[in-house]
């Protein structure tokens, strides 16, 4: 059990069957009356976020989320299955719970799946990916007065705003939370 007046960043507890992560807290200690704690906290399911007071004493249910780590191995359709590292057990996953990063894994890429009770809600990518542009408009000469970015679409089929200098063929660095280019790679 954790009570309100324990809540921190990152918190996970369990709420009306809904499981919640506190994202940001405030103890107030108002000039009369009683003390309370101001939550916004995410639902970990679904992704919504809301704003809550609590009574300090109010307590609830610890929520315990495994990550584990699984190798992506390939999609049939809707689901996509992925493999544990240590158990070699694979794991469909439906396409409905993956977010929009997924656009950035390839094949035999490591990515982290959420889960709580055994029910799988999520998947986090790595945060950083190295990618090639199979297709982008060659730069135009000279025109590098401005921070232009151009579209670029890389081997996963996702398409980011990159630079001028970048030509096709060329590895590029993504940040898979943001889905923005960071710097050129090593192929």
Do not use: W
Request: hydrophobic fraction near 35%; charge should be negative.
């Amino acid at each position: 059990m954790v009570s309100a007046s324990d809540f921190r960043n990152g918190v996970t507890f369990e709420m009306d069957g809904q499981v919640y992560q506190v994202v940001e807290f405030q103890h107030v200690k108002p000039g009369k009356g009683a003390a309370f704690v101001r939550v916004k906290m995410k639902n970990v399911i679904n992704g919504g976020v809301t704003e809550r007071t609590f009574n300090p004493s109010d307590k609830f249910e610890n929520a315990y989320i495994e990550r584990r780590d699984m190798e992506y191995l390939y999609s049939d359709g809707d689901l996509y299955y992925f493999m544990d590292n240590e158990t070699y057990e694979q794991t469909p996953i439906d396409k409905a719970l993956l977010s929009d990063a997924f656009r950035f894994v390839k094949e035999n890429m490591t990515c982290k799946v959420l889960s709580y009770k055994g029910s799988v809600f999520g998947l986090e990518p790595p945060t950083f990916v190295d990618m090639e542009v199979t297709e982008t408009e060659p730069g135009v000469r000279g025109d590098t007065a401005t921070n232009v970015l151009k579209p670029a679409t890389l081997d996963t089929g996702a398409v980011v705003r990159v630079p001028l200098f970048i030509n096709t063929g060329d590895f590029i660095r993504v940040d898979t939370r943001t889905g923005e280019y960071l710097e050129r790679a090593k192929g």
